[in-house]
């Protein structure tokens, strides 16, 4: 049972336009949702991360949405440029499990100049 | 601050060999743990140690164990190599729980079975 879920394996972008990447999640339990950005060789990083009591958190160029009815969250960036180009996984933790971070497969973001 | 520490980066084994995968998280940082990525998949939770004492395990078989120091360094361990066990294997630390749960992530060993 995979309790969070990137159904993009890729998704590839104008530079200057908007990337949006989605997520799903089954566990209504989960407290904090988290986007780790990727490049090869290296560890993944984190990138931006919002409660489960808020709909929308913003830094920058990177927005996260909620949507709790739907078991939903997307990360916005805007505008996209090459360097933003990395895997991006969502990931998903909770406080009574605390420690234990549950991760999607990842979404390749592709920004084209 | 230094940053995660992970040794070796790169590694080469045979099946049934062990393996230990050795992880130096950010001063301070109390929390460690530890996760396998394989091409194509997310990372998957292998344990997490804090203060020294096992808090959660993922659904890998006992052949992957780990344990945490005093000063929060942490190991992890493969017996009986199998060929699914090459991965890239992330060790995280992190400061304290009831949070967002952020993780600092190391560059991670690459491991090869064969």
């Known amino acids: 049972d995979q309790q969070v879920k990137q159904n993009s394996p890729s998704l590839s972008v104008q530079e200057g336009r908007i990337s949006i990447l989605n997520c799903d999640y089954t566990?209504?339990?989960?407290?904090?949702f988290l986007w780790y950005k990727k490049y090869p060789a290296e560890g993944p990083t984190f990138l931006i991360s919002i409660s489960s009591i808020k709909d929308k958190n913003e830094d920058g160029r990177f927005t996260v949405f909620l949507n709790k009815s739907a078991k939903h969250l997307s990360l916005h960036i805007v505008p996209s440029q090459p360097g933003d180009s990395a895997v991006y996984f969502c990931?998903?933790?909770?406080?009574?499990?605390?420690?234990?971070?549950?991760f999607g497969d990842g979404t390749t973001l592709t920004v084209k100049p | 601050k230094a940053g995660v520490t992970q040794t070796p980066r790169y590694l080469i084994k045979t099946r049934g060999q062990q393996v230990t995968l050795s992880c130096s998280p950010i001063s301070g940082h109390r929390s460690v743990s530890w996760y396998q990525q394989t091409p194509g998949q997310g990372l998957q939770f292998l344990f997490e140690?804090?203060?020294?004492?096992?808090?959660n395990k993922g659904n890998f078989p006992g052949r992957f164990s780990g344990r945490q120091f005093s000063n929060s360094r942490s190991e992890m361990n493969v017996s009986t190599l199998e060929l699914g066990d090459s991965a890239l294997y992330l060790c995280a630390s992190s400061f304290r729980t009831g949070d967002s749960g952020e993780l600092f992530f190391g560059e991670g060993s690459r491991l090869t079975v064969l």
């Open positions: 566990n209504s339990m989960f407290d904090y």
């Open positions: 140690y804090f203060s020294e004492t096992q808090r």
């Open positions: 990931a998903a933790s909770s406080n009574t499990n605390a420690g234990k971070s549950t």
